[in-house]
């Protein structure tokens, strides 16, 4: 059975805000039971998991934030963004929602190396994860297979690039990273672009690109993330990503003692979009959860 989409028009007006170091920060929150926490890519939203959102809430208390710079969130012009500083944002809105207990994370792409982070700190005693599921991300900086608007954004011209960036280029740039038969519709790009644009997004483009370096930098610490034992990890992967698919998978083997990776096949770099129900019925066999009933209404927070 498809999993209902929750349109943006709806998901927006479900947001709650709350402020960190003076800027907005846009958050979602829905269920009860265990802490989960979705961490989104780039350069998209927590939109991203509206899919998974209700029959995820019907078992786990659910909570998504657009990180600064992103979707409905501020987005400061002169700030330098960081996948340090994102892990500061997760803390703090876990702490502003009184989240006491360790928590799960379910992470794709920019959000998992946010999700690394947040292991490596858990590991020094400064965060309390319970476990971690991946999809699609460049875990490991010499694995990423950069695109071409990643190169032109990190440029010496990046700022310009961002500032005539549109939803043409984003068509451009994002269809092709997905599976040949789970492409977006029209509307889905309208859409992801509405949340590029809001507050002047693509202005800042160039600056949120700097994740690529930034994974260079602490690659020994996010790794070495990954191989310390203690917190449950699965990798969920479409293998057709041409971005972080199956050469991912490989190297995850490879460096990840005890791997437990699932890999979907025809599916490319949006798993929780593309193929939403394989995507839920292999997280909730991670947690050892059974299907709920895909019928149930669940209770925002």
């Given at each position: 059975?498809?999993?209902?989409?929750?349109?943006?028009?709806?998901?927006?007006?479900?947001?709650?805000?709350?402020?960190?170091?003076?800027?907005?920060?846009?958050?979602?929150?829905?269920?009860?039971?265990?802490?989960?926490?979705?961490?989104?890519?780039?350069?998209?939203?927590?939109?991203?998991?509206?899919?998974?959102?209700?029959?995820?809430?019907?078992?786990?208390?659910?909570?998504?934030?657009?990180?600064?710079?992103?979707?409905?969130?501020?987005?400061?012009?002169?700030?330098?963004?960081?996948?340090?500083?994102?892990?500061?944002?997760?803390?703090?809105?876990?702490?502003?929602?009184?989240?006491?207990?360790?928590?799960?994370?379910?992470?794709?792409?920019?959000?998992?190396?946010?999700?690394?982070?947040?292991?490596?700190?858990?590991?020094?005693?400064?965060?309390?994860?319970?476990?971690?599921?991946?999809?699609?991300?460049?875990?490991?900086?010499?694995?990423?297979?950069?695109?071409?608007?990643?190169?032109?954004?990190?440029?010496?011209?990046?700022?310009?690039?961002?500032?005539?960036?549109?939803?043409?280029?984003?068509?451009?740039?994002?269809?092709?990273?997905?599976?040949?038969?789970?492409?977006?519709?029209?509307?889905?790009?309208?859409?992801?672009?509405?949340?590029?644009?809001?507050?002047?997004?693509?202005?800042?483009?160039?600056?949120?690109?700097?994740?690529?370096?930034?994974?260079?930098?602490?690659?020994?610490?996010?790794?070495?993330?990954?191989?310390?034992?203690?917190?449950?990890?699965?990798?969920?992967?479409?293998?057709?990503?041409?971005?972080?698919?199956?050469?991912?998978?490989?190297?995850?083997?490879?460096?990840?003692?005890?791997?437990?990776?699932v890999t979907l096949q025809g599916i490319g770099?949006?798993?929780?979009?593309?193929?939403?129900?394989?995507?839920?019925?292999?997280?909730?066999?991670?947690?050892?959860?059974?299907?709920?009933?895909?019928?149930?209404?669940?209770?925002?927070?």
């Amino acid at each position: 059975m498809p999993l209902a989409e929750i349109p943006l028009s709806v998901w927006r007006t479900r947001g709650r805000s709350f402020t960190f170091r003076q800027q907005s920060i846009r958050y979602w929150s829905a269920g009860q039971g265990e802490p989960l926490l979705l961490l989104h890519g780039f350069p998209t939203a927590s939109w991203d998991w509206h899919y998974l959102w209700q029959p995820l809430a019907q078992r786990f208390r659910v909570i998504a934030c657009d990180m600064l710079g992103f979707g409905d969130s501020s987005k400061p012009l002169h700030h330098t963004y960081s996948l340090l500083e994102q892990a500061d944002v997760q803390q703090a809105l876990l702490e502003h929602l009184q989240v006491q207990e360790p928590v799960h994370l379910l992470a794709h792409d920019y959000g998992a190396t946010v999700a690394q982070e947040l292991l490596a700190r858990h590991h020094e005693g400064a965060a309390q994860v319970a476990s971690c599921a991946f999809l699609n991300a460049g875990l490991f900086p010499e694995c990423h297979r950069a695109l071409l608007v990643h190169k032109l954004l990190l440029s010496r011209l990046g700022w310009l690039v961002a500032r005539s960036f549109g939803r043409d280029d984003l068509v451009r740039n994002v269809t092709h990273l997905y599976g040949r038969s789970t492409r977006p519709s029209e509307s889905v790009l309208d859409d992801c672009w509405s949340l590029i644009a809001s507050n002047r997004g693509n202005r800042i483009l160039h600056k949120l690109a700097a994740y690529v370096p930034e994974r260079v930098t602490w690659r020994e610490r996010w790794v070495a993330a990954l191989q310390q034992s203690g917190v449950p990890l699965r990798l969920i992967n479409g293998a057709a990503d041409p971005v972080s698919g199956a050469h991912v998978v490989a190297r995850y083997c490879e460096l990840v003692p005890q791997p437990d990776t699932v890999t979907l096949q025809g599916i490319g770099h949006y798993p929780h979009t593309e193929a939403p129900v394989q995507v839920l019925r292999h997280y909730l066999a991670f947690r050892q959860q059974p299907l709920p009933s895909l019928a149930h209404k669940v209770a925002w927070s």
